[in-house]
């Protein structure tokens, strides 16, 4: 089974709304990494969060990490139509990442 | 920029056939992964290399071999096509040896073995 699993595995939303993405994952981990994908294309990084962080901020992404109940959430405020793809958490462990399955956002004009 | 790029962005193959899927990376980059990504499964590591001629398995191997003979160029190869090897397969680089930072990937490319 995969390390980091996505919740919802889907989320609609109107342009301007924020959305919230949470992932829950299984073994310590040295740092969670989120990512985006458009549709039929490569991962982009977004933000990096070590394990000794809480919280973390990059323009409209907040990033929160929560190792003792293994989870992290990742917020879009004020979300817009280009924001549409699918995002990623990847926990990090011994040199490898490990992926979820994604959840899969579509922001609507 | 970093840039990470697959040679194929689409393929298709039949069965039995021998694949190559090539991989440049322009960031001197010690570390580079293959992935491959299916509907419901994620993306799953398939071969890992920390340096030049390294390899390490990743989560699944069976029916992939790679090569590395220069540090900027990671090779995934399926000896023999099958139809459930049918996916988007990934690369990407990162910088830190021993460690994982930021993932750079490249394009993708979609394989179908017929």
């Known amino acids: 089974s995969q390390q980091g699993e996505e919740d919802p595995q889907a989320l609609s939303i109107q342009e301007g709304e924020n959305a919230t993405m949470n992932c829950s994952y299984k073994?310590?981990?040295?740092?969670l990494q989120w990512y985006r994908q458009n549709s039929g294309r490569g991962l982009v990084h977004l933000i990096l969060?070590?394990?000794?962080?809480r919280e973390k901020h990059s323009g409209r992404l907040r990033v929160t990490l929560d190792t003792s109940k293994k989870s992290s959430s990742l917020l879009i405020t004020a979300s817009r139509a280009a924001d549409t793809a699918s995002y990623f958490c990847?926990?990090?462990?011994?040199?490898?990442?490990?992926f979820g399955d994604g959840t899969t956002l579509t922001v609507k004009p | 920029d970093v840039k990470v790029t697959q040679s194929s962005r689409y393929l298709v193959k039949r069965t039995g056939e021998k694949v190559f899927l090539e991989c440049v990376q322009d960031?001197?980059?010690?570390?580079m992964f293959w992935y491959r990504q299916d509907p419901g499964l994620g993306l799953r590591l398939i071969y890992f290399?920390?340096?030049?001629?390294?390899?390490e398995k990743g989560d699944i191997p069976e029916g992939y071999s790679v090569s590395r003979e220069k540090k900027e160029r990671f090779s995934l190869i399926l000896e023999s096509a099958s139809t459930n090897q049918t996916s988007m397969y990934l690369c990407?680089?990162?910088?830190?040896?021993?460690?994982?930072?930021?993932?750079?990937f490249g394009e993708g490319s979609r394989l179908t073995v017929l």
């Open positions: 969060i070590r394990s000794n962080e």
């Open positions: 073994t310590s981990i040295n740092n």
């Open positions: 990407a680089s990162s910088f830190w040896a021993g460690s994982t930072g930021e993932l750079f």
């Open positions: 960031m001197d980059h010690e570390n």
């Open positions: 990847a926990t990090s462990t011994a040199g490898k990442s490990t």
């Open positions: 290399s920390y340096d030049v001629k390294m390899k």
